[in-house]
Structure formats: C-alpha cells, structure tokens
C-alpha cells in the first residue's frame, strides 16, 4: 500500500515536486495546520510539519510524524501519538535564527541599547556610562545542542571563553572551550559573565534557575533563555533584579505566554523581552533548513534508513 503522506510544511510550489520526486508512488496532500480535513488526517500514514495536536487522534493509520520545529513536548502528552508511531524533528532547523537573536540581546544589554531606546522615546540625551564587552568573559550556555553550539561559537568569534553544560557528555562539541555534564551547573555560575538557556521543557529543566542558582551569579551577569519560560523561576528573577542584582536579562520566553499585562517582568529597566520570536519561519534559511530536514527524513523512511533526530 503506498504512503499518503500530508504536508503541512510551508512549502513552496517547486518544492512540491521535490517530495513528489522523492516518493513518486505516494499520495501527496497540501494543507495547512487548520485546513486539513478529517478525512486527510484518517487517510495519513505520514505527516510533515504542524498538525494540531488536539487532532491527531483522527490520524488512525499514521506511522510517522516529522514535526516543523525542535521542539516536540506538545505531541509527547500521553494519548497524543498512538502507540508505535515514529516521531522526529526539525531540530537544528532554527539554529541560526535563535542564536543570532541572542546574541543580539546580550550584545543590545552590554551596550544599553534598551536604556537609550527608551532615552530617544523621551527625547532625553543622556550618557548612561559605563558598559560591559564579552571580549574575555566567560559565557556559560545551558544546553549545548546545535543552538547552544552555534551560539557559543558567535561568542567565540568574539573573543570569549565558552562553556556549555549537557545532559551527557562524549567529548568536544563545536563552538564550546570546555563542556561539561549538568551537575557542574553550580560550581560555573560564578565563573560566568553571560549565562545563555537553550533548553527544552522537561521535569529536570523546569524551574532549573531557582533563586538558589541565580544567586550564584555575579552580580554584574547577562542571563538570556531562549529555550523555555519553565526553565527560570520568574518570581525569583524579579525579586533579584529589584534588589539591583544582574547587568540585565533577556527573555524571549516567558510562562505563561503571552505575558500577562501585569507581569511585573515588563517594568524591569534592564529586562528586554521579546514574544517568543527568536526562531520560527521568520528567516527564510530557517524555512528551507526545515524543508532539507523533512525531505532528507523522507528518503531515510522510504528506504527503511535510521532517521535523523528521532524522538521516539
């Protein structure tokens, strides 16, 4: 029986032939994450991309679920995937796109640009002094998979001294001086100019920077998460920063998101906050990056070839 495979990917009409070139015996159906229909979804033995996961108890014939993003926790709730189906990832698709924007954020706090972006709106000309350099700090990346290494490996360029923390460790990763397992999480806070969250939401991640460990930061530290909200306790970070602890803190991820307009967070001077835009489709590279994943997983199933960045 041939696949009937659904692609939710957001694909252009070229590349349509390029999966049709890829599996030429296979039916192939075009939707969106909120235009399949049931009946799609029933027929599906393979999905690509997006799919609701409310939905995915209607694809009772599915095998394999190769997702758009890195992150799959949405789909990994008991009851959401039938037992035996096959799930991977887009993972490494947004490394670029998440690792420029932050190092952008650690670059815009070591130079204020918050503080005079809110002296401009003022119409208020005022130096704000002193300002900080990676150039010879020590930056600690919590997270060392392909973001956390291309990110380190910006920081690098510039002249710092990067060290990444993993949950197992089997020798030197690209981007990283040093690495270590997580239990070292403790004894290098102290060390670190800048501290920098790549993590996935997990029972060990969640409420991983505790008041205990953002304590042990200097007090003069950048900390930036990318990752996951879960994983910093924010309560914790106001209460910190209020007492004039950190050199500043980028969030692009917060919980709950959106940010409750009376989140204390928002009125923290030296705090900038983004919507949850460091990766996405935003950048084309990132887009094609994740159709080269799904099409490359496409060959890998079709000839029975181990999958790469499999989940389950």
Request: aromatic fraction near 6%.
């Amino acid at each position: 029986m041939s696949e009937y495979i659904v692609n939710l990917l957001p694909i252009h009409e070229e590349e349509k032939k390029d999966f049709e070139a890829i599996a030429p015996d296979a039916v192939h159906v075009y939707a969106g994450r909120r235009t399949v229909t049931d009946q799609q979804l029933a027929q599906a033995t393979i999905i690509l991309g997006w799919p609701r996961p409310k939905d995915l108890y209607k694809a009772v014939r599915l095998k394999w679920l190769q997702t758009m993003w890195a992150g799959t926790d949405e789909y990994e709730a008991p009851g959401i995937l039938p037992e035996g189906v096959i799930m991977t990832s887009s993972s490494g698709s947004n490394r670029l796109s998440v690792a420029e924007h932050m190092l952008a954020c650690v670059m815009a706090l070591c130079r204020r640009l918050p503080t005079y972006r809110d002296s401009q709106k003022a119409h208020r000309w005022t130096d704000e002094g002193v300002m900080k350099t990676i150039h010879g700090g020590t930056v600690l990346v919590l997270g060392a998979g392909k973001i956390g290494s291309t990110f380190a490996g910006m920081c690098r360029a510039l002249g710092a001294r990067t060290i990444g923390l993993k949950r197992t460790v089997s020798g030197p990763l690209p981007g990283f001086d040093q690495v270590y397992t997580m239990d070292r999480l403790e004894d290098l806070l102290p060390q670190a100019d800048v501290v920098a969250l790549s993590l996935p939401h997990s029972p060990a991640t969640a409420g991983l920077m505790n008041e205990a460990r953002l304590r042990l930061m200097k007090d003069d530290a950048i900390l930036v998460n990318a990752g996951r909200g879960s994983a910093v306790d924010q309560e914790a970070l106001v209460r910190i920063m209020g007492e004039g602890k950190l050199w500043g803190t980028a969030l692009d991820v917060t919980v709950p998101e959106p940010l409750p307009e009376d989140s204390p967070l928002w009125d923290i001077p030296n705090l900038l906050i983004t919507p949850h835009v460091a990766g996405g489709m935003r950048l084309e590279i990132t887009r094609k990056e994740c159709i080269r994943i799904a099409q490359d997983n496409l060959r890998r199933y079709l000839a029975g070839e181990p999958l790469n960045n499999r989940v389950r």
